[in-house]
């Protein structure tokens, strides 16, 4: 039944009334007048500018575009057991924009679906009562008044989805109780957004018991900053679900606060006035950062992690594949400690909290349990390039009871020179303390690489004078003619631990040079240059590289006749030095320098020619080296200062080959070289963080092997190829190859 807008209302709109399964429909051209719909009516808008519109009792509301203008006083929309489905409406009213009520528990609630609209109210933009549900899609919903609230649950529920506001200028959504203590008191968003301007998020108060729900990059905004509060001996649970917050939880008045992210995120604290209860579990990769005092139960599992901004007390903390991390590791200076009542851990040491400390002062992070502590559990922590004052009073750990266990992660922890282990030992006043053990102390990464830095110029040298020497096979070739050479080579160097640090250098090089006979002696004077490059390799994952860029001028003579011969060079060499450190908390130090070098050598011998083409070549050679020192650090602070490092090689040996004529005026001479080698420096110091000194040692005998073969392809054309092993007590030279050619003028 349809009855016409013959009616007035006191304050003078005219009203049209829809009852008993009877509908009608509006659009652009009804004038606009306030509706009420009862009884099983049915009013289908379109395109229409109404007035307020009331449905009651099992009807239905439909609107597909609509403006609708609250009455002074009164409501926009109200929805009172009843069903309604709005899109592209806007709805304003100084009360509320839009109710969504119950008429009695018998009757039930009301369902309202909105999508692409505008609600506002000057009160509230929105109110669900009891068993009422109402839905949002990309809606806004405004509190407009200056005690605005969004949406004011009174036992209702509230699902709002992707691109839907719900904003109050003093609170996003507030959470009560319906009068009769009935209904879902939820609220589910699902990439939506409440804020409260100058409020807080979600308030709940007065005693109720409500649920909230964020998934999928849902936002919380407040301008107290309180993204949700809870007062008034309330309860809630809000889980995070794959959704970042930054603001701060308030649990106060009495009220309990079960807060549960889930692949969520939030920057803030968690505030729990004394009287009331909180629990925060963290699961599925979530991260929190902020302040959990007072809260009583902690749980930080599977991937989890908990980052401290402050000094907290927690009463239980259970981690099962979590972590909690001592403060943030890019803000220096900044110690805490946690008070745990029990700990409670799994028993496969997945389980990690994550310390750091200025250990140079002695000022670290500190785990203390005062009750039982259960588990396994892994302590990283942050490495140090500075040196540790006291690593004996550097307790991490105490736990008053328990069987826990607790060990490094890597198994050490790098500070500065050395690195150390963990020990545990019964504590001053009971209980269990673990501290760094100085008992356990070896060299650390950071001081290993810079003593290899520092060493490996000297073997460096090694390879690039090798390449050098092996042209003497084609000056026999040719009488000594002027010519150009070049030549590329490769080798690896072992160096030992008693050497003052172990390390393998790989290196690889390229050499150019000419020379040229002066007149018609048996002199040739050239100069030679080329580039190579080191990379060593150390435990723990750290790395060198020394890039050498070198030149020099060197002579020779040979007499013709007799087979004597004299080989000089004088070789300058500037290296670019790099450390790459990995340290024991999986992080990675690094420092540079660049220095010179100068070196010298000279080799005497004589090529005495046998039988059949047989020669032997008996020879002697001195070398000497100097590298500059330098002093600088690797960028976790760690200093270093090597001193001028020095070498003076003695060797002596002989070479044994024959010519054969292989065809066409080639020639091949296949040779072996054996030779006895002696490094006489045995001092080259290297200072580590200005108190640690260490002595680089290369010194001692080795011998070295040798083979190769030079062609001569024609009077012009020379090429070779060399093969080289050493073996000593302080270093090995597993191979060495060299490749090379030679064209004369």
Do not use: C
């Not at 992707?162 to 996003?172: C, D, F, P, R, S």
């Not at 266990?405 to 303390?433: H, I, K, M, N």
């Not at 030679?528 to 890039?547: A, E, I, P």
């Amino acid at each position: 039944m349809f009855v016409p807008a013959f009616s007035f209302f006191g304050d003078g709109v005219q009203a049209a009334v829809i009852v008993d399964n009877t509908s009608r429909d509006i659009d652009a051209t009804t004038a606009p007048i306030d509706y009420l719909v009862r009884n099983k009516g049915v009013l289908n808008v379109n395109g229409a500018t109404t007035r307020s519109i009331t449905i009651r009792s099992g009807s239905t509301l439909n609107i597909n575009g609509a403006t609708v203008v609250g009455n002074p006083g009164g409501e926009g929309i109200t929805v009172t057991s009843s069903r309604g489905t709005i899109n592209q409406a806007t709805v304003t009213s100084d009360d509320i924009g839009l109710a969504v009520n119950r008429s009695s528990i018998a009757a039930g609630g009301s369902t309202v679906d909105v999508s692409n609209s505008q609600i506002r109210g000057d009160v509230f933009g929105a109110q669900v009562t009891g068993l009422s549900t109402l839905s949002l899609a990309n809606t806004q919903v405004t509190g407009t008044g200056s005690n605005g609230i969004g949406a004011d649950l009174l036992g209702g529920a509230l699902n709002a989805s992707a691109g839907t506001v719900i904003t109050g200028q003093a609170t996003g959504v507030r959470m009560v109780n319906d009068t009769d203590n009935v209904g879902a008191r939820s609220l589910s968003l699902d990439n939506a957004t409440v804020q409260g301007v100058n409020g807080s998020a979600v308030l709940v108060d007065r005693g109720t018991n409500a649920t909230v729900n964020l998934s999928n990059g849902a936002s919380l905004l407040a301008g107290n900053n309180l993204l949700l509060d809870v007062q008034g001996a309330s309860t809630a649970a809000m889980t995070v679900g794959n959704s970042e917050l930054q603001g701060d939880i308030n649990i106060a008045g009495n009220s309990t606060g079960n807060l549960t992210f889930d692949q969520g995120r939030m920057t803030g604290d968690v505030l729990v006035e004394n009287g009331s209860t909180a629990n925060v579990t963290l699961q599925n990769s979530s991260q929190f950062t902020g302040r959990l005092d007072k809260v009583n139960g902690v749980t930080v599992n599977s991937g989890s992690i908990w980052t401290l901004t402050g000094n907290d007390t927690v009463g239980t903390l259970a981690m099962n594949g979590g972590t909690v991390r001592f403060g943030a590791q890019d803000v220096p200076n900044t110690f805490y400690q946690l008070n745990v009542g029990t700990l409670a851990g799994s028993p496969d040491g997945s389980s990690t909290f994550a310390m750091k400390g200025n250990f140079a002062t002695g000022q670290h992070d500190f785990l203390n349990v005062t009750g039982v502590a259960t588990g396994q559990f892994g302590l990283l922590v942050t490495a140090s390039g500075l040196d540790a004052l006291n690593p004996q009073q550097l307790t991490l750990v105490h736990t008053a009871a328990g069987d826990a266990q607790f060990a490094l992660r890597g198994g050490r922890v790098d500070l500065g020179t050395w690195s150390y282990d963990l020990a545990q030992r019964p504590g001053e006043t009971g209980g269990t303390e673990w501290f760094l053990d100085p008992a356990t102390q070896v060299i650390s990464p950071g001081a290993s690489a810079v003593l290899a830095l520092f060493n490996s110029p000297i073997t460096l040298l090694y390879g690039e004078a090798s390449s050098l020497r092996s042209r003497m096979g084609e000056l026999r070739f040719n009488g000594g003619q002027s010519g150009a050479w070049a030549r590329t080579y490769s080798s690896q160097y072992n160096v030992s631990g008693r050497s003052g640090v172990a390390y393998k250098q790989k290196q690889r090089g390229l050499s150019l040079g000419a020379d040229a006979r002066l007149n018609d002696s048996d002199v040739l004077v050239g100069v030679m240059g080329g580039f190579s490059q080191s990379d060593l390799n150390l435990d723990h994952g750290t790395s060198g590289t020394v890039k050498s860029y070198y030149f020099g001028p060197y002579v020779t003579w040979m007499d013709r006749y007799t087979g004597y011969y004299v080989d000089g060079l004088l070789k300058f060499n500037q290296f670019q030095n790099e450390a790459k450190v990995g340290l024991s908390d999986g992080t990675r130090a690094k420092g540079d320098y660049d220095n010179w070098g100068v070196s010298a050598s000279v080799e005497a011998g004589r090529h005495i020619k046998l039988s059949n083409d047989y020669f032997i070549e008996p020879f002697v050679q001195f070398s000497a080296a100097q590298i500059q020192g330098k002093r600088f650090s690797l960028d976790n602070d760690m200093q270093a200062d090597g001193d001028h490092a020095r070498s003076l090689l003695g060797k002596v040996g002989t070479t044994f080959g024959r010519n054969f004529d292989i065809g066409n005026g080639a020639v091949a001479q296949p040779y072996v070289r054996a030779a006895i080698a002696n490094e006489f420096v045995n001092n080259n110091k290297v200072k580590v963080n200005e108190s640690n000194v260490f002595n680089n040692d290369l010194s001692g005998p080795r011998a070295e092997l040798g083979a190769g073969v030079a062609v001569a392809l024609s009077k012009k054309w020379q090429v070779h190829v060399d093969l080289d092993y050493s073996n000593g007590e302080h270093i090995e030279q597993p191979f060495g190859v060299s490749l090379g050619g030679r064209y004369s003028f």
